[in-house]
């Protein structure tokens, strides 16, 4: 069964620019989180997608946006690249079957801000 | 607010030794919690899962426990390698939602 992939695996920007990252979770899973991880604040929550509606979010301003499609593959975007932006970002999926809901995680997309 | 707190920070072993990796968290309503791992540049790869409604999970050398009224769990590494160095997050799984809690991990390095 293939697992959580993320696109590209890294990215590099100017300030100003915006970057839209892709991910596809596991078949079958319908929830995707998002992520962002960075040395000085390890890993911070961005927002999760259910059946394409967001179900919650972080405290990000709004220049971070995603969605989800009908096949669960979710895009994140953020416009107005600011240096501090450069961070991993992560994916995770989820079954989300009744209590049951262990988040595996891709492999990252590595965005650096010029 | 659910804050997660991992001790140590970093951890340093030679091979062979049996060690534990600490996690806290200071509100006991969760979901469940979760430990992983990550290399360097890496992904999270998931380890164990402890619903909220149990004590331990056990995979192979690994054996993570759950005291929800503490707010504690523990990551046991039974004879560890040099394979097995790496960081070690934990995160908590607070309401019905996908948002993961995470510590801010512990570094770990096996020496051979």
């Known amino acids: 069964k293939a697992g959580v992939t993320q696109t590209p695996r890294y990215l590099i920007k100017t300030r100003g620019q915006q970057v839209t990252l892709s991910c596809s979770p596991i078949?079958?899973?319908?929830?995707v989180s998002w992520y962002q991880q960075t040395p000085g604040q390890g890993l911070q929550f961005l927002f999760e997608?259910?059946?394409?509606?967001?179900?919650n979010k972080g405290n990000f301003p709004g220049r971070f946006s995603g969605r989800q499609f009908s096949n669960s593959r979710s895009e994140m975007n953020v416009s107005t690249l600011e240096l501090g932006d450069s961070a991993l970002y992560l994916c995770?999926?989820?079954?989300?079957?009744?209590?049951?809901?262990?988040?595996?995680f891709g492999p990252g997309t590595r965005l650096t801000v010029l | 607010k659910q804050e997660v707190t991992q001790i140590p920070a970093a951890l340093s072993v030679p091979e062979g030794e049996n060690l534990v990796l600490n996690c806290s968290f200071t509100d006991s309503a969760i979901y469940n919690l979760q430990w992983f791992r990550q290399d360097p540049g890496k992904g999270l790869t998931s380890l164990l899962l402890i619903q909220s409604s149990q004590r331990e999970q056990t995979s192979g050398r690994l054996n993570a426990s759950l005291d929800k009224s503490s707010g504690r769990s523990t990551l046991y590494i039974a004879a560890s390698q040099p394979g097995d160095s790496a960081t070690y997050l934990c995160?908590?799984?607070?309401?019905?939602?996908?948002?993961?809690?995470f510590g801010q991990g512990t570094t770990l390095q096996v020496k051979p």
């Open positions: 995770a999926s989820s079954l989300w079957w009744e209590s049951y809901n262990e988040q595996f």
């Open positions: 995160a908590v799984l607070s309401g019905n939602t996908g948002k993961l809690i």
């Open positions: 997608y259910f059946s394409e509606t967001q179900r």
């Open positions: 078949s079958g899973h319908r929830s």
